[in-house]
């Protein structure tokens, strides 16, 4: 049981690169999220999805896209990376009232 | 969601007690107050939520204030692995929705 799963664990792109960041879980967890956390700061949402087929914005959605592929996986996609993108991003997963995190992928925007 | 407030940091000797405040003084009558933590680089750990009552399990106890205006997080012995930014973080009870994490509590335990 390898919770949730994130790949790649580092990225550097140049600005105007895409790239889709991977997120999977086996927990059978309906809804997934995409954070970002950026130097000193604490965890900003970007999307949710609360089930399969369904995805919502979060707090800080600009820039970003995400696809929920089926109820394992959760992707987010930079079609046009920017340095204000670098960060680090953690996916979750959640049931009821507890949402479990994966270990992040860094991201850095030359 | 309520807002809330935490103290930037806070160092506690290994082995004893670290209590860890939160205030939520405009918390409402249905929003649960939740503890999470993140240790160096991981990502963030879910450690304990609760009401009204207080609550304890195997990592910590959160004790909630009878006006529910503020809460306490408690490692009953503090270790070298709970050196971690801790999150209080106050909101509805809503099955799908996102958690929102302001900067939290610096927690340094130290030897």
Known sequence: ?110 | DAKTTQPPSMDCAEGRAANLPCNHSTISGNEYVYWYRQIHSQGPQYIIHGLKNNETNEMASLIITEDRKSSTLILPHATLRDTAVYYCIVRVYNYGQNFVFGPGTRLSVLP
């Open chain 1, 1 to 110: 049981n390898a919770g949730v799963t994130q790949t790649p664990k580092f990225q550097v792109l140049k600005t105007g690169q895409s790239m889709t960041l991977q997120c999977a879980q086996d927990m059978n967890h309906n809804s997934m999220y995409w954070y970002r956390q950026d130097p000193g700061m604490g965890l900003r949402l970007i999307y949710y999805s609360a089930s399969e087929g369904t995805t919502d914005k979060g707090e800080v959605p600009n820039g970003y896209n995400v696809s929920r592929l089926n109820k394992r996986e959760f992707s987010l996609r930079l079609e046009s990376a920017a340095p204000s993108q670098t960060s680090v991003y953690f996916c979750a997963s959640g049931v009821a009232d507890t949402q479990y995190f994966g270990p992040g992928t860094r991201l850095t925007v030359l």
